[in-house]
């Protein structure tokens, strides 16, 4: 998927968590598996080389989102896209990983800057509580100028994007039920 740069590529990193097609057909698309309930997510940021401010990334910042479990899956509902991750054999562990190109020269760019599109690489993991009461994670987004792109001024121009390319960000995650299954 090809998305603008500016305000959008942040708000995406929180309401739109990942990126995933329309389904398969054998679930509800916007309700698939067992609910297990609406978290309050609190993100911490833990480490960074893209710099403290790239992209407007907060420090910290909280977050909804529905869980729900299938066969084997978990589902991360954040009310803008459904995105399946995997359950671990014991029914706790669980991991996210997804990607999407973003388009950073999109809208207000001046057209004498050569082409750059950044690969965004979201991966998170956690391990719920073992009465589904709450889950703690890490969350981190990766950040790769594809091939053929010329992203240098994202890093050295007079307002830098970012402190470095390629270069990641991570989170740690806590997060508390809010709205418990039925």
Not at 126 to 135: A, M, P, R, V
């Amino acid at each position: 998927m090809l998305l603008s740069a500016g305000n959008t590529f942040l708000v995406g990193l929180v309401g739109a968590l990942f990126f995933v097609g329309c389904g398969d057909g054998k679930v509800d698309p916007h309700h698939p598996g067992t609910f297990l309930g609406t978290y309050e997510v609190s993100a911490t940021r833990e480490t960074t080389t893209c710099g403290q401010n790239a992209l407007g990334s907060p420090a910290t910042w909280e977050f909804e989102v529905r869980l729900s479990r299938g066969d084997g899956d978990l589902y991360w509902d954040s009310g803008a896209e459904v995105t399946p991750g995997t359950l671990g054999s014991d029914g706790r562990r669980f991991s996210f990983t997804t990607s999407l190109v973003v388009d950073m020269r999109a809208g207000e760019t001046p057209s004498n800057l050569p082409p750059c599109t950044i690969v965004r690489g979201d991966r998170a993991e956690g391990l719920l509580d073992e009465d589904e009461g709450g889950f703690t994670g890490e969350l981190a987004y990766s950040f790769t100028p594809s091939q053929g792109s010329n992203c240098t001024d994202l890093v050295t121009g007079a307002q830098p994007t970012f402190a470095a390319l390629p270069c990641t960000m991570t989170y740690v995650l806590s997060a508390e039920r809010t709205v418990a299954p039925p």
